[in-house]
């Protein structure tokens, strides 16, 4: 339990860092190290796939193409834009809607029982896939299908039209 | 956890991490050795005999040059690339199974660090976070040309890790487990290696290794007669020498890989008919394992030698519109295959 704690205390540390720092490259890594501290939950959890999986797509792949981007482009202090009153305003609301929610939240707040995992195998590759292509066949077809439209999308929008003569 | 355990982890550890290391710092003057046989030259043969010191001459001389960090670099950055990238190669042999079990009176050790359940997807998780090494020291050097270099290398290593990926799934659908050290212990003897199931998988796979550890003709990150020295231009001293050194370890790893996935790892030919014990087995393993290892970093060298360089459009067009749709093909051939044995053959 105290693993978790620490794990957790890191999780959100460096999830604010990535927030609080002005450099976008260096926000970019604070995400990073934020996404290995979820792949720590999960092997907590024993689910070694996930953690795996999360490994390679969040860190090694999407964040990847983030930096990419960033260092691509030019972010200097003159280059940032001005923030108006306007939005600092609507900042201020939207921070007071959520102390609100939370003061909700803690009204409402109780510990509940803790969670207990009926299988502790469930995470591993075999159990997982057999859990994903009995019971959940459907969504999971459907969520396959979403990704490829999205794909598609992807490379119809990045084709180069062709020249009209 | 028992003390034992612990001591007998650490040695093993200890021991293929000075392994790793030595060969290769060796693969540097093989390199060279090979380099001149091919282009009829001696090659360095200076330092002790044949040239065997020359590495650490190598070694030496990188560790007494003066140490530069540019005025405009981003100085924790700087530092963190080159670390990035000798950390990430060191840990991806751990799931390399070295040989079978060694029997010590009643110990069994076995000669593997971390039997990972899911030992191919963590040695894919690592070669992604090497990308990290590269393209943070190249952006951190706040140099245009060190920029390019460390682009081109991470759109050229993310392009090779989707088909690499594909052509280990239709393996895996032959072999049926995620986890290294039983997929070679399927490969006992000679025909079951899987080489003779997915001849061209393994090709694939090979072409992306070359693609990954930025060998010729994929080397297009540090070409440097584009590029004046791609993502390690600004570096001096030893960063530069683990920039280096770490592109040598890849290729040893993907080396050990290619022969542990494909080629049996430590099974040969004959070995349950020799009557041998089990401890000799497991040595004779060892050694052969070694050997397909140096097989296969010797075809690294040859194709350095013999291959021009890709130009840059060419890399991505064999990249996403050969490899990958090949990859795709070999799938569904793989999970044809697999239907109609199970239907017709199965016994």
């Known amino acids: 339990m105290t693993v978790f704690y620490f794990v957790a205390f890191l999780s959100i540390f460096f999830a604010l860092m990535t927030i609080f720092t002005k450099n976008p490259v260096h926000s970019v890594l604070y995400l990073v190290i934020t996404f290995f501290t979820f792949t720590v939950h999960y092997i907590l959890l024993n689910a070694q796939f996930l953690a795996v999986v999360n490994f390679i797509v969040y860190m090694g792949a999407i964040m990847v193409l983030f930096l990419f981007v960033l260092m691509l482009l030019n972010l200097n202090k003159d280059t940032e834009p001005m923030k108006s009153n306007l939005v600092k305003f609507m900042g201020v609301i939207a921070g007071c809607c959520l102390l609100v929610t939370f003061l909700g939240v803690y009204r409402v707040f109780e510990i509940s029982n803790p969670l207990t995992v009926i299988n502790p195998e469930i995470g591993l590759v075999k159990n997982l896939g057999k859990v994903l292509f009995n019971e959940f066949l459907l969504p999971f077809e459907l969520s396959s299908l979403l990704l490829l439209t999205a794909m598609i999308g992807a490379i119809l929008l990045a084709k180069k039209e062709p020249k009209q003569i | 956890m028992e003390w034992s355990f612990v001591i007998e982890k650490l040695i093993l550890v200890s021991v293929i991490f000075v392994i790793t290391l030595v060969i290769a710092m060796y693969s540097t003057l093989a390199e060279r050795k090979i380099a001149g046989f091919m282009q009829d030259r001696y090659g360095p043969d200076r330092a002790g005999m044949f040239g065997i010191l020359q590495p650490l001459c190598d070694g030496g001389k990188f560790f ?107 393996l895996l659908m032959v072999t049926q487990s995620l986890s290294l050290k039983e997929i070679v212990a399927q490969q006992s003897g000679f025909v079951n290696w899987n080489i003779w199931a ?109 291959l021009p360089r890709f130009r840059y459009d060419q890399l991505m067009n064999l990249g996403w519109k050969m490899l990958i749709p090949l990859a795709i093909a070999n799938i569904v051939l793989t999970g044809v295959f697999t239907l109609i044995k199970d239907t017709y053959f199965s016994s």
């Open chain 2, 198 to 306: 997915q001849p061209l998988g393994f090709i694939i796979f090979m072409v992306c290794a070359f693609a990954e550890c930025n060998r010729v003709p994929f080397d297009l990150p540090e070409c440097e007669t584009e590029l004046v020295g791609g993502y390690h231009t600004e570096y001096s001293s030893m960063k530069l020498g683990l920039y280096m050194f770490s592109e040598y370890i890849n290729m040893f790893v993907s080396s050990a890989l290619m022969a542990s996935l494909y080629f049996g790892g430590y099974n040969f030919p004959f070995m349950n008919d020799l009557g041998l014990s089990a401890n000799w087995i497991t040595i004779i393993g060892v050694i052969v394992f070694f050997l397909k290892i140096f097989g296969f970093i010797f075809f690294f060298m040859w194709v350095r030698w013999t």
């Open chain 2, 64 to 170: 007494f040059k003066e140490e530069i960090i540019p005025a405009g670099a981003h100085k924790v950055l700087f530092i963190v690339g080159p670390t990035i990238a000798i950390i990430t190669a060191c840990i991806s042999s751990a799931v390399i199974p070295w040989g079978q079990e060694l029997h010590l009176g009643d110990r069994v050790v076995s000669l593997q660090v971390a039997d990972v359940n899911v030992g191919i997807l963590y040695m894919f998780g690592v070669i992604a976070l090497g990308v990290y090494g590269i393209m943070l020291g190249g952006w951190a050097s706040n140099n245009k040309f060190s920029l390019m270099g460390a682009i081109r290398a991470a759109s050229q290593s993310i392009s090779y890790e989707i088909a690499m990926g594909l052509s280990i799934i239709a």
